[in-house]
């Protein structure tokens, strides 16, 4: 069975460092584009950014760039979303998503990291 | 940067026919996808490429485009398509979401 498996539920502080996972199983990982979406309170889905695991090509959305930072390591099928300084507005869901067509949509998604950044 | 519309909210009867709509400029030269998502759930393709339906998709949903406009149609509408919809379509190398539909079935 194909799927994603991402990090339980975070609870940080403003200024802290996180970073979050999503494990890929089911399927040859490194060859598909997995992408990043946010959800804040009461909020849409917003596309964060991709990362291509075979090469580690990354791209973000210009509304992010320079926020968060994605990376992955394909030599366990996981990616991962880091944030060096969180802050309040961070708080949100964060879901990973496999990439079909390049990363032109996405059919195969994770269940969700809960963040919650606050003093 | 590229803009989907979506009306925010959607109210439909059991068994009858649910449309959501996304506009956006250009639509009819760019693919349109679909999503569904409920609370504490992984979001989920209901259609891609406009009109094709992912496998294990039932067959009360279809899509449809004209002109700037894609359309998802759910025929029969029951209660377990309450939930978020969302469209989206990939423009100049960036992935765009509509605001989403909140799907009610009253």
């Known amino acids: 069975e194909m799927q994603l498996v991402q990090s339980g539920l975070e609870v940080k502080k403003p200024g802290e460092s996180l970073k979050i996972s999503c494990e890929g199983s089911?399927?040859?990982?490194?060859?598909?584009?997995i992408g990043w979406v946010r959800q804040m309170p009461g909020k849409g889905l917003e596309w964060m950014g991709v990362?291509?695991?075979?090469?580690?090509?990354?791209r973000y959305s210009p509304s992010f760039q320079g926020q968060v930072t994605i990376s992955a390591d394909k030599s366990i099928s996981t990616a991962y979303l880091q944030w060096r300084s969180l802050k309040a507005s961070d708080t949100g869901i964060f879901y990973c998503?496999?990439?079909?067509?390049?990363?032109?949509?996405?059919?195969?998604w994770g269940r969700g990291t809960l963040v919650t950044v606050s003093s | 940067s590229y803009d989907l519309t979506q009306p925010p909210s959607l109210s439909v009867s059991p068994g009858q026919t649910a449309r959501i709509t996304c506009s956006g400029d250009e639509l009819e030269d760019k693919d349109a996808y679909w999503y569904q998502l409920k609370p504490g759930q992984s979001p989920v393709l209901v259609i891609y490429q406009d009109t094709k339906r992912p496998s294990g998709i039932p067959k009360r949903f279809s899509g449809s485009t004209s002109g700037n406009r894609a359309t998802l149609t759910i025929s029969g509408t029951q209660a377990m398509d309450e939930a978020d919809y969302y469209c989206q379509a990939w423009d100049s190398g960036t992935v765009v979401f509509g605001g989403g539909t909140k799907l009610t079935v009253l």
């Open positions: 089911g399927y040859t990982f490194s060859n598909y584009w």
């Open positions: 998503a496999r990439g079909t067509e390049g990363f032109r949509y996405f059919d195969l």
């Open positions: 990362i291509y695991p075979g090469d580690s090509d990354t």
